[in-house]
């Protein structure tokens, strides 16, 4: 499948997150990724809702809205915004720290916000569409939780809860996402549109570990 074959410029191949990978990062660059990145994740539910807000089919927005449970939470579990400001204090950063958001450089807020831009403006199943990068990420996540004890130590190991629960919801999101863009982008057009869509949110997430390297650069 060629949506599938975009896993090619997935960010697991950027070389900020190889060397992240192979233990080669500082404190100050691991700090400096999880604290960028959290604007990500507080971006997803806003995300997520302009797609409901956008969609008319009632079973998909009853489908839909668990994802935004599964960010900001419910009586249940807390969620993964929470679970990603763990991970913060796990490698020693204060949650305020997390949540002024000062940390944040600006071309990943540029990136984020484009996102989340991308998903008011567009058919919501073209933002579903985008969303398929998930299709990517269990293993992104499996190597965190293989490799992360061994080369950052120093980071408490109940913070990487975020990457664990991960795996099995993006598996979950994936098919539901990819029920929808199949059923909807027939025509060749369409399906080209598809790419297009998907190499843009790559792009997104690509863009960020660019501005992420900038900021906190190998000395």
């Known amino acids: 499948m060629q949506l599938r074959a975009k896993g090619a410029g997935y960010h697991i191949h950027h070389p900020f997150n190889v060397r992240m990978n192979n233990g080669e990062l500082t404190p100050d660059q691991v700090r ?19 797609i409901i807000a956008n969609c008319p089919d009632r079973e998909t927005r009853r489908l ?16 993964g915004i929470e679970a990603w400001v763990r991970l913060g204090e796990a490698a020693g950063i204060p949650e305020q720290d997390l949540w002024s958001l000062k940390h944040v450089v600006p071309g990943v807020r540029f990136a984020v916000d484009a996102y989340v831009n991308f998903a008011r403006s567009v058919p919501w199943q073209e933002a579903v569409c ?48 990819l029920k929808v863009t199949l059923a909807h982008f027939t025509t060749r057009a369409q399906q080209e549109r598809a790419l297009d869509i998907l190499q843009f949110k790559l792009d997104v997430l690509w863009s960020m570990l660019d501005a992420i390297e900038r900021a906190y650069p190998t000395r």
């Open 32 to 50: 400096g990724w999880i604290a960028n990145r959290f604007y990500y994740q507080i971006n997803i539910p806003r995300k997520d809702g302009a």
């Open 64 to 79: 839909w809205v668990q994802r935004i449970l599964d960010h900001d939470g419910n009586a249940d579990s807390p969620g």
């Open 130 to 177: 985008s969303s398929l990068t998930e299709m990517f990420a269990p293993k992104i996540h499996r190597d965190r939780l293989a490799n992360w004890p061994q080369h950052y130590p120093w980071i408490e190991a109940g913070g990487l809860h975020y990457f664990r629960s991960r795996i099995t919801l993006a598996q979950r999101d994936v098919e539901h996402g």
